[in-house]
């Protein structure tokens, strides 16, 4: 049985890998692919906003994975390290406007995190246009769709990103 | 009467009086280059203590987040400025008991960088003296001595140091030192300024490089007087995995990162995980980039005020960060 599962989990991953690719992620050599973009999003403005967007059909990049969580006090600075430690090529971070926010106040609390976690990310040499933390209602469908373009094109023109530290 | 003298009758007094368990000063280490902490029990011990600017170490590690051994005893300890600071953060944060504390104030006029003047020496050290204020001697194996001055070979923290005099004490060892004016004398962060102005991926490279070099032994951590989670560490944690065994620069940047951010509004750049670091990263930079940011962003220094609480542990609707 478990011979079985190895069996079906190896082709999977191997019929998964085969078209247009040529196997392992290349490392280190600028790869043609396009960029990945991590969206943390709090679960009451920017995801619901996020989600007007898509109601109201506005045109999106694809490039972004968003994360849903609870609300921007939930989230750790390291969340968005994590994720360019694991290859994202930019982290979007956005939740409720300063004084709506579900739990009263968590992204007053969150605002001063992300601010020392901006310019620590520029002091590690990543550039400022693969950060961004804003604040989105879940009534803006359309300026969730002007952020997450204009972010996404910005991250574009560098490209996708060959961290060296980071 | 010596600074020191002033630490041994204190202890003694405060042994002899019941009011302590064990009291933390430092003692000669078994290389003359070093001093290291010493606990002493019986009131007739305390000629071990010593002051000398090899008097390194952050002495309120062993009392971070109520851990003193046994539990709940009460301890004596003494405090350089830059450690009171620390102490001041935790007591802010009420992770110790300060009714369970008696803290000696040590004025401090800089401390001297062990590993700088082992580096100018290619023989090994056999006696550093301080016959007078500002001057060190030392003497090599080889035979050779040589005076030097202490500014030359002092901690790079104390160069740039504001607060000489430690900021909370019951009793203090012997006159202050001159304070520097702190309203005309703003922090000093110019160290950083030449790695700042590197473009971003000189920055990269450069770091990748410093930070290949990190074994992970944790001392940075077990040193620091304001990072106490101990096995809640997530630095430790496989679930939720944020940094995993994996070893590459990323991996150890991020768990450097880690400690960072989990001491910021804490942490006073008392560089106890610079000294400490077996392979010499220079982690105090990283914490002075951060001292400085949270500086410009709230005029905030952490652990210089009692009644303040650390500026991640509230906030202010008047803040205007972001957009």
Redesign the interface.
């Known amino acids: 049985m478990a011979d079985t599962t190895t069996t079906t989990q190896a082709s999977g991953a191997a019929q998964g890998a085969a078209p247009g690719s040529t196997g392992a992620p290349a490392v280190g050599k600028p790869a043609d692919r396009p960029v990945k973009v991590i969206g943390i999003v709090c679960n009451w403005c920017s995801y619901a906003g996020a989600d007007t967007a898509g109601v109201g059909r506005f045109r999106q990049p694809a490039n972004l994975r968003l994360i849903r969580v609870p609300c921007t006090g939930r989230i750790d600075p390291l969340f968005a390290l994590k994720a360019f430690q694991a290859g994202a090529d930019g982290v979007l971070i956005s939740g409720c406007h300063p004084g709506d926010c579900h739990y009263s106040e968590g992204n007053y609390y969150a605002r001063r995190k992300f601010e020392l976690l901006e310019r620590m990310i520029h002091h590690l040499g990543i550039p400022e246009e693969r950060f961004k933390w804003t604040w989105v209602s879940a009534s803006e469908g359309q300026r969730w769709q002007k952020v997450v373009t204009e972010f996404v094109a910005g991250v574009e023109k560098l490209g996708p990103r060959e961290g060296r530290a980071l | 009467m010596s600074r020191q003298d002033h630490i041994r009758e204190f202890a003694a007094k405060a042994l002899e009086e019941g009011r302590v368990d064990y009291f933390i000063g430092w003692k000669q280490g078994h290389n003359s280059s070093e001093a290291i902490p010493a606990f002493v029990k019986d009131p007739a011990e305390v000629d071990q203590l010593v002051w000398t600017p090899l008097c390194a170490n952050n002495l309120v590690t062993f009392i971070k987040r109520n851990m003193p051994e046994p539990a709940g005893a009460k301890v004596g300890l003494c405090v350089k400025g830059c450690d009171s600071r620390t102490l001041v953060a935790l007591l802010q944060e009420e992770l110790v008991d300060r009714e369970k504390l008696y803290v000696v104030g040590v004025p401090c006029d800089g401390i001297v960088d062990r590993r700088k003047l082992e580096k100018m020496f290619s023989s090994e050290i056999v006696a550093i003296e301080f016959p007078e204020k500002g001057k060190v001697v030392v003497t090599t194996r080889a035979g050779e001595t040589k005076e030097l001055a202490q500014k030359d070979v002092e901690l790079m923290a104390c160069g740039v140091c504001r607060y000489p005099n430690p900021l909370y004490s019951n009793d203090t060892a012997g006159p202050l030192e001159t304070e520097p004016d702190r309203e005309v004398v703003k922090p000093d962060w110019s160290a950083l300024e030449q790695y ?1 102005n ?1 473009p ?6 450069l ?2 490089r410093i ?1 290949a070099t990190c074994i992970r032994c944790f001392a940075c951590i077990n040193v620091c007087p304001v990072c106490f989670c101990w096995d809640k560490c ?1 630095n430790r944690s496989r679930q939720p995995e ?1 940094v995993s065994q994996k070893v590459e ?3 150890n ?2 768990f450097q ?2 400690h ?2 989990h001491v ?1 509004g804490r942490c006073p750049s008392c560089m106890a995980c610079d000294r400490a670091c077996p392979v010499e990263i220079p982690l105090g930079m990283l914490h002075a ?2 001292n400085k ?2 500086y410009d ?1 709230f005029g905030f220094e952490p652990g210089t005020k009692l009644d303040e609480k650390p ?2 542990q509230v ?3 008047k ?1 205007h ?3």
């Open positions: 700042e590197l971003d991926d000189a920055k990269q490279a770091l990748e930070y997530v944020l620069p990323k991996e940047l991020l990162m880690v960072m951010f910021a980039k951060m940011e949270i962003m500026v991640f906030f202010d609707l803040d960060f972001g957009d």
